[in-house]
C-alpha cells in the first residue's frame, strides 16, 4: 500500500522560513512527477511547486523567487523550502506524487502552515 507521509508545517512569523518534506512509501512504481499544493478554506487546491522526473521544475508565479522544491529519486522524497513567508501563503499543503503505476495519483495526508505574526 501506498503511503506519502509528509512533515514540517507549523507555525511562523512573516519573513520565516519552513521546510517540507514528503517521503512516499510501498509499491509506488515508477514516479513521474512530485508536486506540492495547497488549499484553504473554501477555495480549491492548486499546485505551488512540481518537479518532473527529468528534473524540470515549475512554480506558481505568486511562490517563485520564495519557495524551492527538490527531490531524492533514491529516497522517493519531494522537500519544499520555504523562504520569505507570507500571510497569504497560510494553508494546509499536499503532496502529490504521478506514478505510471495505477492508481497514478497519490496524495499525502496534508500537513498545516500558519504565517502569523
Known amino acids: 500500500q501506498v503511503q506519502l507521509v509528509e512533515s514540517g508545517g507549523g507555525l511562523v512569523q512573516p519573513g520565516g522560513s519552513l521546510k517540507l518534506s514528503c517521503t512516499a512509501s510501498g509499491n509506488i512504481g515508477r514516479i513521474l512527477s512530485m508536486s506540492w499544493f495547497r488549499q484553504t478554506p473554501g477555495k480549491e487546491r492548486d499546485r505551488v511547486a512540481s518537479?518532473?522526473?527529468?528534473?524540470?521544475?515549475r512554480y506558481v508565479s505568486s511562490v517563485k523567487g520564495r519557495f524551492t522544491i527538490s527531490k531524492d529519486n533514491a529516497k522517493n522524497t519531494v522537500d519544499l523550502q520555504m523562504n520569505s513567508l507570507k500571510p497569504e501563503d497560510t494553508a494546509v499543503y499536499y503532496c502529490?506524487?504521478?506514478?505510471?503505476?495505477?492508481?497514478?495519483?497519490?496524495w499525502g495526508q496534508g500537513t498545516q502552515v500558519t504565517v502569523s505574526s
Open positions: 518537479i518532473d522526473s527529468d528534473g524540470e521544475i
Open positions: 502529490h506524487v504521478v506514478s505510471a503505476l495505477s492508481p497514478f495519483r497519490f
